[in-house]
């Protein structure tokens, strides 16, 4: 039993399930590692002097934090002179159905880095289990071909954090997928606000 399972348990009724539940989350978001966090920061700091790509991927609600933090990054930065050039990898419907229908849904995120990727760029990879195949198999080609890699992990890691360069782990017991993916949003928001207070310092100091 989790301990979300356990929340309900003890507490099967609304008003104390969420008093349980956030603070449970409040538990597991100071267990996080900052110097990670700032490990990640610097890496995508580290692509935009490059003028390198930054790739988000991961399934299902961690396809749409992909898509949340390539929006927060890209776009919310306000940074268009000196650009944090993020994309995520999830979005596109039509690439996503043809490589499954062709190849395997094992290969929807590794053919998109096949034609995108080139050596220095950042690979973001997020998943609670850190066991998605198409994820873990796509940050292992990245690897191979000078990708910088950051895993963004639940459950114990998985295959996932210690395949990434850099791994970003929220602490959380297996099957939590709704803390874990919590926690990798307010991770977009944590790092968006540091980026955007940066750009926003820089364009004041010109």
Known sequence: MNRIEQIYRDAPRPAAFARGYLGYLSEVLGRLDDAAIAAFIDALLSARERGARIFFIGNGGSAATAS?????????SRSFERPFRAISLADNVAILTA??????????FVRQLQALMSPGDVVVAISASGNSPNVVKAVEWANAHGGITVGLTGFDGGRLMRAARLAVHAP????????????????????GAFLINLCNAERASQ
């Open 68 to 76: 949340h933090f390539a929006n927060d990054i890209a776009i919310g």
């Open 99 to 108: 490589v499954a229908n062709d190849y395997g849904y094992d290969e929807v």
């Open 172 to 191: 959380t017991h297996k099957g939590e997928y709704g803390p874990t993916e919590d926690v990798h949003i307010v991770l977009n928001h944590l790092v």
